[in-house]
């Protein structure tokens, strides 16, 4: 470390010293560099999102693929089925203050719609980000900057915008602050943003008959989504702000798919003519009626396009 704090070097385990102007820290949930060297403390989102574990398996293919992931909330969380051309995805998110970890990989196990490929895979995760992504000549990405819980597979995301955001901010040998602060502002923004909808899954559930789920639908949420929430029930808005990765569709999918109605709407909507709308619904629907019916299935439009090899 150098006098005014920036990172001067990294030693090896083979004793070799790496010196640079920039350091980018990848070194997943360690996050060495800004985590321990700089200090960046770790922001724990538990409370919001109580999933802490997710065990995983691939199993044999049934049948032609859908063209989609599917999600399925069990007893003390959800698990995915990510279906590929040689085999499927499978995997378990679930907090283990609810339920063992053995239970856990029963549930997924009894689950599955094919054979098991491999033997299930415990992964431990606590959602949750840095206090900050930037400091000095040091950022940080990826795992190393946070995790988000892989609910809306945002992980990828979260890096590839973090990345497009330092490209833009790419300071020169002087590192000015307020470079850094935006960065710092904008990625927080980004993340927090993710989480809320996230957390809204969870929170917006009606099940009675687990503890897991009651206690989320009984927990407090971050102030901005409770914000987002109050406007969406009082008056059908759902605003989305700047650059936002989940659109006003995503949220209304949510919102309105988990039974949080609006309790009167927009008024705007007065302005327009009803028999009018209906005819613009109605041809609107038989166009993506005509359009869906005319595609190819996902399996053909895998065998025209691009058929993977066979795994060797
Ligand atoms: C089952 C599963 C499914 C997922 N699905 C999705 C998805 O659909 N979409 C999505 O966006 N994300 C998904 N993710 C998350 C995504 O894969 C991860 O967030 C991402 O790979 C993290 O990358 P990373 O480089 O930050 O961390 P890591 O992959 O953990 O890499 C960190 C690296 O740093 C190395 N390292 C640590 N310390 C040292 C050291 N002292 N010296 C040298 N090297 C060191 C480690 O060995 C490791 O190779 C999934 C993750 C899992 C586990």
Redesign the pocket.
């Known amino acids: 470390m150098k006098e005014d704090g920036h990172v001067a070097v990294i030693t ?2 083979s004793g070799e010293m790496i010196d640079g102007d920039l350091f980018i820290d ?5 996050s ?1 560099l800004l985590g321990e060297a700089m200090g960046a403390e770790y922001l724990d989102w538990s409370n919001y999102l109580p999933c802490n574990r ?1 065990v ?1 398996v691939p199993s044999e293919n049934i049948g032609e693929p859908i063209p989609y ?1 599917r999600s399925t909330a069990q007893q003390a969380g959800w698990q ?1 089925r ?1 279906p590929l051309q040689h085999r499927t ?1 499978n ?1 378990h998110v679930f907090s283990d203050a609810f339920i063992s970890e053995d239970e856990a990989t029963a549930t997924l196990l009894t689950n599955l719609e094919g054979k098991p490929l491999a033997d299930p ?1 415990m ?1 431990q ?1 606590t959602t949750g980000r840095r206090s900050f992504f930037w400091k000095k000549n040091c950022v940080a ?5 946070g ?1 988000m819980e ?1 609910l809306e ?7 590839q915008v973090g990345i497009a955001w330092l490209l833009a901010l790419l300071p020169d040998k002087r590192f000015n602050q307020l470079e850094i602060d935006e960065y710092n502002r904008i990625i927080s923004t980004i993340y927090e943003q993710t989480r809320d909808f996230i957390i809204l899954h969870y929170k917006a559930n009606e099940r009675e008959d687990s503890a897991f789920w009651k206690q989320c639908r009984d927990m407090d949420v971050p102030e901005s989504l409770q914000r987002r929430m109050d406007l969406f029930r009082a008056s059908g808005r759902c605003l989305i702000q700047g650059d936002e990765l989940f659109s006003t569709n995503s949220w209304l999918a949510v919102l309105l798919g988990q039974n949080i109605w609006p309790e009167t709407y927009n008024n705007t909507a007065e302005s327009m003519d009803e028999s009018a709308l209906q005819e613009m619904l109605a041809g609107m629907q038989s166009r993506v009626n005509q359009a869906a019916s005319a595609l190819p299935s996902h399996q053909e439009f895998i065998n025209r396009c691009c058929p993977a090899l066979p795994p060797t």
């Open positions: 090896l385990e990848c070194t997943g949930f360690r060495l997710a995983a992931t995915w990510i995805g995997g895979r992964l995760f990405l990826g795992l190393s900057a995790f892989p597979s945002t992980a990828i995301h979260l890096i």
